[in-house]
């Protein structure tokens, strides 16, 4: 056979979870459909700003005493979690982060960062921070009146999820969910991702998720933030026999904020690897595109 003759290799096949990532269309027939309303989609983007807002205020003020303890009282010299600059000569010289019994250094980064080019004993960085100097006061108004917007905003979304029963067909796991619960978490491990009719709505392990976020961390970090303050605990003395004083409401206050935090990294993560362009699209103008039979 001649080379003229030859027939050309078939071009590389491109991975699907690829695809997705990169925004190009998948292989073979694909459909569109109507997933997000309106409302979700609003909810969903205001969310996004508050939460932002609500932690980089909240690391501010959890700079004015950067350590955590459990129980009604703070013990100074046992706590669950500290952040603190270490020195001599009035120079900062060394930050160490504390988990219990482990002592790490953080120097730059915890405990210790640089301002105006020199170390300094901060909780965490003024880059991390709302504001950025340290600023207590300013840091509250902002933490206080997001956290207002996030009430009221979560509210508006759970009130929408029952009237419509979004929150039993899309938050809920249900029997086959949690029967298909191994099965999804080794496709997931795999990059494998839903297709046809299965991609219209969310498996089990996206609605365990999204319940916890919305039904468990939410409430709890708004309860125990309820519980930090003077004024509540006075008009609600039951929160704090409920959370066993206001420092174990502060440690959960602080776990559930970086709840959200490991929530949104791993979302993120989901979205690029399950289709970049489609996902945000699909939270823009409600329409999302998946690979199944053609149905014009």
Known sequence: ????????????????????????????????????????????????????????????????????????????????LSMVAFGHDNTVTQGITQIGPWRFDTTGVLGASKVDGQLAARGFPDWATIPGPQWLAMGRLWHFLFA?????????????????????????????????LPHEIVNH?????????????YNGIQKMAYGAVIFIIAPLIILTGLTMSPTMDAAFPELLWIFG?????????????????????????????????????????????IEGEDHG
């Not at 996030?150 to 969910?177: M, S, W």
């Not at 494998?192 to 709505?201: L, M, V």
């Not at 970086?258 to 945000?280: D, K, P, Q, R």
Request: with cysteine.
């Open 1 to 80: 056979m001649s080379s003229a003759d030859a027939v050309p290799a078939p071009p590389p096949r491109i991975p699907g979870w690829v695809r997705k990532a990169l925004g190009l269309a998948p292989e073979g027939p694909h459909y569109s459909f109507f997933r997000h309303p309106l409302l979700i989609r609003i909810t969903h983007w205001f969310n996004a700003i508050v939460l932002f807002v609500m932690l980089l205020s909240g690391l501010q003020i959890f700079n004015a005493h950067p350590a955590l303890y459990w129980g009604k009282s703070a013990d100074f010299d046992h706590p669950i």
């Open 148 to 180: 207002w917007l996030f009430v009221t905003n979560g509210l508006i979304f759970v009130a929408y999820a029952l009237r419509t029963r979004h929150a039993q067909k899309e938050l809920i796991p249900n029997k086959q969910d949690l029967k298909n």
């Open 189 to 201: 491990a795999q990059l494998k991702f839903p297709k046809g009719e299965e991609a219209k709505h």
């Open 245 to 289: 004083g206001r420092q174990t409401a502060r440690t959960i206050h602080f776990i559930c904020a970086f709840s959200f935090l490991a929530f949104f990294i791993v979302h993120i993560v989901m979205v690029v690897l399950s289709g970049t362009w489609n996902n945000i699209r699909s939270m823009i103008t409600g329409r999302y595109t």
